[in-house]
């Protein structure tokens, strides 16, 4: 049965959809077999794959409001073990369109667990966001990986995040756990990058890949020519690295047993660690952002409770 992630942070451009695609293709690369869902209006994930976004004839637009089933909307790729479940401009629409539905935070949930036993890994590309799209993608999963870019601002949000997740746990996914943050963009000759390392390290201690994705050319070029980076350069610093995040994914997926009440308790501390870091930060500017006291989700949740 399908572990289901999501890729999740609601800051813009920390590598989500590289993360997404390319973590994909290295499972596949394993033959696991593997969807990626494209949960962004901005449909990066399906272009990323060589798709055009204009012209899915089926995407998790119909899905998730049409009630469309995932089985009939899924594209092969070029890779014999990943499919695509495409994104289309559409898909901004359904936030507004979903208001009125029942159930709406579950729909993709719903959808998934009749595919769940197709697939080894269900990989979510979410949007810069934390509205209904994320939300779904919250209930549907698993666990979430959260990719944080190696730069100035890297905290910002992970605190918001954090309370999303518990807040979500709490209500609706009690099975929901953080898998891991992957730190991406890293360059080792940049101060920043080796000071957000550590301080990364040290307040979210284990809950850090080992493995650092590296600022890389090549995984940038990559979606241009429609290809992962396996296929596009499987020898380039980017691609090994995808490969050692996706060994240590399959590790911490494949030997998790561990009891869920406990992930609980460590999520917890992390959150109170961000806490700390945000009140006793060596770097002031960059690190101490208070989370909003209005939390978007928490609004959206509390909706969902009138309506359903
Ligand atoms: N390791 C890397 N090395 C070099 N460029 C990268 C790397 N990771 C991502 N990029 C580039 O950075 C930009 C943002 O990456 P990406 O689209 O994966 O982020 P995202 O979090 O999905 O963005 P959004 O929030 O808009 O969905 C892209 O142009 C991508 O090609
Ligand atoms: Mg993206």
Redesign the pocket.
């Known amino acids: 049965m399908a572990q289901v992630i999501a890729i999740c ?1 609601q ?9 997404s695609i390319n973590l994909s293709a290295c499972f596949a690369g394993a033959e696991k077999r593997v969807l990626l869902i494209d949960l ?1 209006p ?1 449909s ?1 994930a399906t272009t990323g794959l060589g798709f055009n976004k204009y012209e899915a004839e089926k995407s998790i637009y119909n899905v998730l409001v049409e009630d469309f089933p995932i089985a009939e909307a899924v594209q092969a790729t070029e890779m014999p073990y990943l499919s695509l479940l495409p994104a289309s401009p559409a898909l901004v629409g359904a936030e507004v369109e979903l208001v009125t539905v029942m159930s709406r935070e579950t729909r993709l949930k719903e959808q998934i667990d009749k595919v769940r036993d197709d697939y080894d890994y269900i990989i979510i ?1 979410c ?2 966001s934390l509205g209904l799209l994320t939300l779904n993608s919250l209930c549907a999963a698993d666990s979430v990986l959260v ?1 944080v870019q190696c730069e100035y601002f890297a905290m910002e949000g992970m605190a918001e995040l954090q309370k999303t997740i518990q807040l979500v746990q709490q209500r609706i996914n009690q099975n929901l756990s953080i898998l891991g943050i992957v730190l ?2 890293y360059d080792p000759r940049n101060n920043l990058s080796r000071q957000v390392q550590e301080s990364m390290r040290k307040y979210f201690n284990e809950k850090v890949f080992e493995v650092l ?5 090549r ?2 070029e990559a ?1 241009s020519h429609g290809k992962p980076i396996v296929l596009y350069d499987v020898e380039c610093k ?1 691609a090994t690295s995808y490969i050692e995040l996706a060994q240590e994914v399959m590790k911490h997926t494949e030997a998790k047993d561990l009891p869920l009440h406990e992930e609980r308790e460590e999520d917890e501390v992390v959150a109170e660690g961000v806490e700390a870091e945000f009140q006793a930060s060596p770097f002031e500017t960059e690190l101490s952002i208070p989370a909003p006291e209005h939390n978007v989700l928490q609004g959206a949740l509390d909706s969902c409770d009138r309506t359903s």
């Open positions: 942070n800051k813009g451009g920390v590598g989500k959809t590289t993360t962004d901005q990066n590309d949007a810069p990719p991406t963009m994705i590296p600022r890389n050319v995984l940038s979606p980017g």
